[in-house]
């Protein structure tokens, strides 16, 4: 079983300032780890993922985020939000190596940009 | 382009009626789920296919039904006995060809179902 705990419900911060938010996972197998990103009455997109190898990872929008395996963790960070970085963000982890393809989500943190 | 279209986008039910929400793919992906999604719960599975002619409960199934007839297609019904409806529902398609077993899901825009 694997378990995905996205530690800050709602993040407010103002345009240009840096962010981060905070994703921890739990598995006893090896995963791949995802964040997607959720606009008001809109489908997830995918922002970037982690799937093996370098442990920084680039996505759309300037988005990063950093897999610590020995923490567990896959935080999301941007240098300088805009407001239209205002959204949704989720979690999410797939066993990896399987076509057992169910993924675990997490409740989400609702990124503010203010201005 | 291809994509997961979703229908209708907004979508009223009255007392004990079934309703249906669409999703169709044009990606060939072999794999296709239902989430549900109410606020600060993030999303909760319903339902999940793998291949056509199959599929499997997710953590919240009752109160729902599903077919596969085709790939393409997996339509999801709200019945009578899903007490509490209201939400926010969004389909999802993978590719489970070997190899590509890492690649993310891919959803559609969603459907906001409400009880009149």
């Known amino acids: 079983a694997q378990s995905v705990t996205q530690l800050d419900s709602q993040v407010p911060v103002f345009e240009e300032a840096p962010v981060e938010l905070r994703c921890n996972y739990s598995?006893?197998?090896?995963?791949?780890l995802f964040w997607y990103v959720q606009y008001p009455n809109q489908g997830l997109q995918l922002l970037l993922k982690y799937l093996s190898g370098s442990t920084l990872v680039k996505g759309i929008n300037g988005f990063e985020a950093e897999f610590n395996k020995s923490q567990t963790s896959f935080h999301l960070r941007k240098p300088s939000v805009h407001i239209s970085d205002t959204a949704e963000y989720f979690c999410a982890v797939t066993r990896a190596n399987t076509n057992a393809g169910k993924s675990t989500f997490g409740d989400g943190t609702t990124l503010t940009v203010k201005p | 382009d291809g994509g997961i279209t979703q229908s209708p986008k907004y979508l009223f039910r009255k007392e004990g009626q079934n309703v249906t929400l669409s999703c169709e793919q044009n990606?060939?992906?072999?794999?296709m789920y239902w989430y549900r999604q109410d606020p600060g719960q993030g999303l909760r599975l319903i339902y999940y296919?793998?291949?056509?002619?199959?599929?499997q409960k997710g953590d919240i199934a009752e109160g729902y039904s599903v077919s596969r007839e085709k790939k393409e297609s997996f339509p999801l019904t709200v019945t009578s006995a899903q007490k509490n409806p209201t939400a926010f529902y969004l389909c999802a398609s993978r590719t489970l060809q070997r190899g590509l077993w890492n690649q993310p899901q891919h959803f559609g825009d969603g459907t906001r179902l409400s009880i009149l």
């Open positions: 296919s793998q291949i056509v002619n199959d599929f």
């Open positions: 990606l060939n992906h072999d794999a």
């Open positions: 598995s006893s197998v090896s995963v791949y």
